[in-house]
């Protein structure tokens, strides 16, 4: 049996702390925070996601991913596109 974890107020399972880590300390990671970085940094200079993800031999969906806030949050800061960083509280 699996105990849970309280993390801000939100129960995670035990299972899923792993995932909590910086994303460039496991080992499916295809960008590291720099790589991330620059990304955003080309992306905001106008170059299309295809461009960048040419570069660091990756995909489209890759750079995408990390640019809006999908992946590397910790990071970016970004919020998931449609998704705000503020809860909802329930009543």
């Known amino acids: 049996m699996r105990s849970n974890n309280h993390i ?3 129960l995670v399972p035990t299972a899923h702390i792993s995932l909590l880590k ?3 300390t ?3 990671a295809k960008l590291d925070e720099a790589m991330v970085l620059a990304c955003l ?3 905001a200079g106008g170059e299309s996601y ?3 993800a040419a ?3 990756v995909s489209k969906v890759t750079v995408w991913n990390a640019v809006n806030g999908r ?3 910790y990071l970016t800061g970004l919020a ?8 909802a509280s329930s009543v």
């Open 80 to 87: 998931p596109r449609g998704q705000t960083t503020t809860r």
């Open 8 to 10: 801000s107020g939100t």
């Open 22 to 24: 910086p994303l460039s």
């Open 71 to 73: 992946s590397w949050r």
């Open 55 to 57: 570069d660091y031999n």
């Open 26 to 28: 496991l080992a499916y």
């Open 41 to 43: 940094a080309r992306h």
């Open 50 to 52: 295809a461009a960048i």
